[in-house]
C-alpha cells in the first residue's frame, strides 16, 4: 500500500541562523553495537547529518543537536573510540592536525591491528576518522546540544549543553537576534538492525 502522505519540502530563500536537528540512536558503526558520544555527536551528528550545516546554515550560523548523548561505549567494536575521546578531543579540533599527529601511530599500533583482525574490531583508523566532520566547525560558530544527558559529554568537546531545545534556541538568540531565521530539520525515521 502506498503512503498518501507526501513529504513536504520548503526551498529556503537565504541561509538560516540558526540550524536544528535530532541525533537518532543509530549509526551505520553502531550497528551490532551502541553509540557513543563520538559516533553521536561527531560522526552522525557533524557528518552523516551535519551537510545541512552548510547547506542550509549562513556562515557562523549556530547549530543545536538534540540528543541525549549516553556515556557508554563498546570497546570490542570501537577500541581506539575512548582512547580518542579521553586523550585526542579536548586538545584538537582540527580534524586535519588530528590525522597529522596521530594517524601513524594509530595505523600501527599492535594492540588496536589484533583487535580489527582478530575481535570484530573496527580498523585503528577508523576512530580518527569519525574526528573529520570537525572541520564543519569551520562554518558554524557554535554548537549547542540539548537534552545531553550529563553536560561534561557535550563540554568534552567544546560544544555547550542545554537542557532543552528551547533552552539551546534561547541561547542561539542571544547570538543572533530575537529574529534569527531557524532551519528546522526534520529526518525521516530510520531503520536499522
Given at each position: 500500500?502506498?503512503?498518501?502522505?507526501?513529504?513536504?519540502?520548503?526551498?529556503?530563500e537565504e541561509?538560516?541562523?540558526i540550524v536544528l536537528y535530532g541525533i537518532p540512536e543509530w549509526s551505520p558503526y553502531a550497528a551490532f553495537s551502541v553509540m557513543?558520544?563520538?559516533?553521536?555527536?561527531?560522526?552522525?551528528g557533524m557528518g552523516y547529518f551535519g551537510g545541512v550545516i552548510e547547506a542550509m546554515g549562513k556562515p557562523g550560523c549556530t547549530t543545536i543537536l538534540a540528543s541525549p548523548v549516553k556515556d557508554q561505549w563498546n570497546h570490542v567494536h570501537h577500541p581506539t573510540h575512548k582512547e580518542i575521546w579521553e586523550e585526542i578531543l579536548p586538545d584538537y579540533h582540527d580534524p586535519f592536525e588530528i590525522a597529522d599527529i596521530f594517524e601513524?601511530?594509530?595505523a600501527h599500533?599492535?594492540?588496536?591491528?589484533?583487535?580489527?583482525?582478530?575481535c570484530y574490531g573496527f580498523h585503528p583508523m577508523h576512530g580518527l576518522m569519525t574526528t573529520y566532520p570537525l572541520?564543519?566547525?569551520?562554518?558554524?560558530s557554535k554548537v549547542i546540544v540539548a537534552g545531553a544527558e550529563q553536560p561534561s559529554m557535550v563540554r568534552h568537546v567544546g560544544f555547550e549543553p542545554a537542557r532543552t531545545v528551547e533552552e539551546a534556541l534561547a541561547?542561539?538568540?542571544e547570538i543572533h537576534g530575537k529574529d534569527a531565521s531557524i532551519a528546522f530539520v526534520r529526518y525521516?525515521?530510520?531503520?536499522?538492525r
Open positions: 500500500m502506498k503512503s498518501q502522505l507526501k513529504p513536504r519540502r520548503e526551498i529556503l541561509k538560516a541562523d557513543n558520544p563520538i559516533l553521536t555527536m561527531l560522526s552522525t601513524d601511530d594509530f599500533r599492535p594492540e588496536y591491528i589484533y583487535k580489527y583482525r582478530h572541520r564543519r566547525l569551520k562554518h558554524t541561547m542561539a538568540q525521516p525515521v530510520l531503520a536499522h
